[in-house]
């Protein structure tokens, strides 16, 4: 991602973006948080598929977590409790959209059993990237 891009994304530009998605009830994603003593490590966001997708299928939308709460298996945790709000939600399915140029991100997804199934540019404010898409086409794979 251009580096401009990365420098725009500070906590004060984006609270307000944040705080109406966390506060609005009529909001259809779901944000979980995960966190360590207080500290806020990792969060991920599903909720309804953004690209064309099947029936059953919801998307996790964004998932992150800090360089030093890596490889410690929150990945993984976190996934599954994307999968578990997603059912809740009354989705049977997960499809997600990665960088095509991340390398980490896929293997992540492709060591959860996620199959490639497209490939589309995302967009951003004023630039687009490829990405691929992966998809579970049963949330129960990722609750295991």
Do not use: K
């Amino acid at each position: 991602m251009p580096q401009a891009y990365l420098e725009s994304l500070t906590p004060d530009a984006r609270a307000g973006a944040w705080a109406e998605r966390l506060t609005d009830p009529e909001e259809p994603t779901r944000t979980l948080v995960a966190d360590r003593g207080g500290q806020i490590v990792g969060f991920c966001t599903v909720g309804p598929p953004r690209l064309e997708a099947p029936e059953g299928f919801g998307e996790l939308h964004t998932i992150n977590i800090l360089v030093t709460a890596q490889h410690q298996g929150l990945g993984r945790r976190m996934m599954a409790e994307a999968a578990r709000t997603l059912r809740d939600l009354g989705f049977s399915a997960l499809t997600l959209s990665v960088l095509r140029d991340s390398p980490a991100g896929r293997m992540f997804y492709e060591s959860l059993g996620g199959t490639l199934s497209g490939r589309h540019m995302d967009s951003y404010d004023d630039f687009e990237l490829p990405a691929v898409e992966y998809r579970w086409a049963d949330l129960a794979a990722l609750l295991a």
